[in-house]
């Protein structure tokens, strides 16, 4: 049975998928050389799959939905599996009432797909009793690009939530409720932030996209390609990875195999990614 929830200190967190896209893995990793891939044979195909993750954190005074998916926004991108959501949070009883935060991780496609929901032609928000929150810094990019048909789907998921004051901006270490604190690490995006749960001495980190596949969690020089300033991410991936390790912190990845709980572990001084099971 997959580890489908953890326990941080009074925290649950649990894990829930939108579905999966497929990548061609020197689309995604064009820097990496081809031999470099021989020592992680997950990865030893031209192809491979990367989840759609989101976490809940369920404390006892917030519940935080972290990312939406893609929701129907799958234009141009191969995904076999999608829309799943909220069918996910309604096995763990969770209805989309019951949200209080939605943190956006960063406003990449994948992230936020499920934030607005059509409703008799009108954009709602899909959780209706949340603050929707995400980094000033990912706005003040991400709003230049809305001219770009690459980037319409901001018109339908994110603006409508600036127009009627659900979306708050923060910079920097801001808590979300007492034990979450917003991590910055930008690179892959100017305003990408990873969560920090910390509570009764256990930690855990919600990374989003400061990592996609397991493998970057030793080769932090690995930038995909969707990362904005690859220079920026890898020096950022490698202090948090850094982080990680000397906190002895769980991870918690949206991309990487779901349910995507894992921690760090030495061997021959080497990180490695190892999922709880
Ligand atoms: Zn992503």
Known sequence: MPVNSIKVGTFDIHSVSDGYMIFQREDFFPDVKKESWRQYPPYSKPKFEMNIGSFVIKGTRKTILVDTGLGKLDHRIDQPVRETLLSELDAFNIIPNDIDIVFLTHLHMDHVGTNMAKDNGIWKPTFPNARYIVGKSDWEMFSGLLNKPAYKYLEEQIQPLISNGTLDFFEGEISLTEGVVTLPTPGHTPGHTSLLINSNGEKAVIMGDAAHIPPQVEETSWSPSPDMDKNLSAETRSSLMALIESSHALIASGHFP???????????????????R
């Open 258 to 276: 779901r349910p995507g709980f894992g921690e760090i572990i030495k061997v021959d001084s080497k990180r490695f990614y190892r999922p709880i």
